[in-house]
């Protein structure tokens, strides 16, 4: 039944590593994002997709790469990562054209 | 760069009293919506009000829609301690590219 549903709900990892964070949602919506929560809960959008093409990009560094596979999965893949890259990722959907959005309970990435 | 300033940042009030959270831009937004979140989750919507002056209420919760559709208020009558949380508000921007843009937030707590 879980609407938007992300893994993994942790992730804790060394800098340097690459890692993937996996979003899925059922809600049959065509716009899914990205979005970074920091330690003072500012929720900042990093990518939108919708049907599959990248829409929005909000400078981001390269070494964060967006994939989507279909309209209802949106993965996030980080190569060499850091310290500042600590934060909650959020994926969420919306449908294009409405503003409402449905996110996922967020992935927790501690970087070490 | 689109603002949205949210205010205050934090509140810790007694049970039973009233407050209000502020949410202002330069930016005149299509819609603008208010979300809570809780610890180790996602927000989630609470209302979304489209028309400039537009009030809409939620039980305990009245929110309203600035006439110029650039700001909007929160009000929360007799407050409980299950309304504690992290309120967001979110303006929709239209144009090229569909934006949403997030206040920072208010951290509410309402004590016993």
């Known amino acids: 039944d879980t609407a938007v549903s992300q893994t993994p709900k942790y992730l804790v990892t060394q800098m340097g590593n690459d890692k993937s964070i996996k979003c899925e949602q059922n809600?049959?919506?065509?716009?899914m994002y990205w979005y970074k929560q920091d330690s003072k809960k500012f929720l900042k959008i990093m990518f939108s997709y919708n049907n599959k093409e990248l829409i929005i990009n909000e400078t981001v560094p390269n070494r964060f790469s967006p994939k989507s596979p279909d309209k209802a999965h949106l993965n996030l893949h980080i190569n060499s990562l850091e310290l500042g890259d600590s934060a909650v990722y959020f994926c969420?959907?919306?449908?294009?054209?409405?503003?409402?959005?449905?996110f996922g309970p967020g992935t927790r990435l501690t970087v070490l | 760069t689109q603002l949205l300033e949210q205010s205050p940042q934090f509140l810790s009030i007694q049970e039973g009293e009233n407050l209000t959270v502020y949410c202002n831009s330069s930016?005149?937004?299509?819609?603008l919506q208010w979300y809570r979140q809780e610890p180790g989750e996602g927000p989630v919507l609470l209302v979304t009000v489209v028309t400039g002056g537009e009030v809409k209420k939620l039980k305990r919760l009245t929110f309203q829609f600035g006439d110029a559709r650039k700001d909007s208020s929160l009000h929360i009558t007799a407050a409980q301690p299950g309304d504690t949380g992290l309120y967001l508000c979110?303006?929709?921007?239209?144009?090229?590219?569909?934006?949403?843009?997030f206040g920072k937030g208010t951290r509410l707590h309402i004590l016993p």
């Open positions: 969420a959907s919306s449908q294009r054209g409405r503003d409402t959005q449905y």
């Open positions: 809600l049959g919506h065509d716009t």
């Open positions: 979110a303006g929709a921007l239209r144009g090229r590219d569909d934006k949403i843009i």
């Open positions: 930016s005149v937004f299509s819609s």
